[in-house]
C-alpha cells in the first residue's frame, strides 16, 4: 500500500509488525513533525535527514502509554508549507480516492493513512489549516482542538502561536475515544496548563451559521454539496442555518501569512548544518558562507520562500507596517467571531473551495493562487478557535466536506455535531486494508 499511495516517510515492517502487535490495543502513526524515539524525525526536510529525538513527543507519549502502537510518520510538506503535500523530501503521497489528484497538506499523509487503514487513528498538525484541508480531501474527520488543548512539547514548530497537534480519524467515536487522551496540561508546555478541564456531555446544538463571505468563489459542486447538507441539518437535524455577516473575514488570510512565515522564519535559523539532523564538515569557512551552502542545498523551494517572506515582514521599519497590523486583524477576527456565539452555536463553512485537485492543475497554480485556497481554514487557526472538518458529499466520486467551528474550550460541541451527523450521513472509504 505504501509503495502505491506513498503515504509514510518511515513505516515499521509487515514482519515487525506481526512480532508485536499482539497486546496492543490500537494502531496510530504521527506526523513527521512529531519526536519520536524509534523513527527519525524530518518534518518533511532534507536538512533533518538522520535526526532522531531521545525523546517522544507528549501527544505520541499518551497515545502510546494508553495502549497504541505507532507504526510509522505520515508523509507531510515540508515543515508543514503547503496546501497539496507536494513539498515534501520523502514522497508525495496520493489521493486514495484518485491517484492523480493530492491529498491536501500538510498532513496529506496523515489523511489518506486514516482514509486507507481500518481503525487507524493519525496525530496530525495544524497551523493554518493542515487537518482541515487534507481531511476534506480525502473524506475522513479531521479536529483541530483549540490552541493549547493538546502539548506541543515534541513537535517540531512552524509558528509557535499558531500550531496545534489535532487527530484525524473515521468516526466520531473515534475521536470521542482518542481526543481526551492527548488532551490536557503539560508542565512542559505552559499554553497547555491553563486550559480548562475537558467535559464530555451532549451540549444542545440548536443554531449554527454560515458567513456570507465563505460562499464567495467556491466551485458549483462544492456548493451544491453544502446546499443539500445544510438542508439535512435543516429538516432531519432540527437545527437552523442562517447566513450572516463577517467582514473581517477576507483579512485572515494576509494577516496569516504576514504571522507564519514571520515565526517560520525565526525557527527555521536553527537549521544550520550545525545541530539537528545533516551535520557538515566544513567547519573551515566562514560562518555565512557555512550556513548559507548548507541551508542553499537542503531547504526546499517553499521554505526558502517563506523564510524572505517572513524576514521581510520582521525588517526594521517594516516591523508596524505588517507585524503589528497583522496582530490588530486577528483581535478583529476574534471579536466577530465571538459575537457570533453569543447567537449561535456553531459556525460553519466550507472546509475548501475546490475538490482535490489534480497534481496537472496545481502545478499550473501560482504560489499566490496556492496561497488563497486556504481562505475558509485560515480564520479559526488564526485566532485558535477549535475546529472539525467532516465529509458532506461525493461530486463524481471525489468527496468535498464542511468544517464546524465552535468556541474556545468547546470541543465537546464539535463531536457532539459530529455523532448527529453521522446519523443522518453515510461516509465512503475507499478500498483499503484491515
Known sequence: ????????????????LQKIKKGFKFHFSAKDNLCTIDFQTRAGSKILDGYRPPFDATPVKRLRESGGLLIGKTNMDEFG??????????????????????????????AAAVSLINEHVALAVSTGGSISCPACFCGVIGITPTYGRVSRYGLIDYANSLDKVGLICRSASD?????????????????SCCQPVYKPKKPRIKRMCIPSAALEGIDNDIESALEVAI?????????????????SLKFALP??????????????ARYS?????????ATNEHFNKFFSEIRSELFGKEAKRRILLGTHCRRVGFRDRYYLKALAVRQMIRKEFKKLFCEYDLVMTPTMPFKAPRFSEIEKMKPLEVYKADFLTIPPNLVGLPH?????????GIPAGFQLIAPFWEEERLIHFAKLWEEVFSYKFPEGIS
Not at 494577516?255 to 527555521?268: D, G, R
Request: proline share 8%; aromatic share 10%; hydrophobic share 35%.
Open 1 to 16: 500500500m505504501n509503495e502505491k499511495f506513498h503515504i509514510f516517510s518511515e513505516l515499521i515492517s509487515e514482519e515487525q
Open 81 to 110: 508549507f503547503g496546501s497539496f503535500c507536494m513539498n515534501s523530501s520523502y514522497g508525495v503521497p496520493l489521493n486514495p480516492f484518485d491517484p492523480e489528484r493530492s491529498c491536501g497538506g500538510s498532513s496529506g499523509g496523515a
Open 175 to 191: 475521536l470521542e475515544k482518542y481526543l481526551p487522551i492527548i488532551m490536557g496540561p503539560d508542565s512542559h508546555d505552559p499554553t
Open 231 to 247: 438542508e439535512i441539518i435543516r429538516e432531519q437535524l432540527a437545527i437552523d442555518v442562517e447566513e450572516v455577516d463577517m467582514p
Open 255 to 268: 494577516a496569516y501569512y504576514v504571522l507564519a512565515t514571520s515565526e517560520a522564519s525565526t525557527n527555521l
Open 273 to 281: 548544518g550545525m545541530r539537528f539532523g545533516v551535520i557538515s564538515d
Open 388 to 396: 472539525i472538518s467532516m465529509p458532506c458529499g461525493y461530486p463524481d
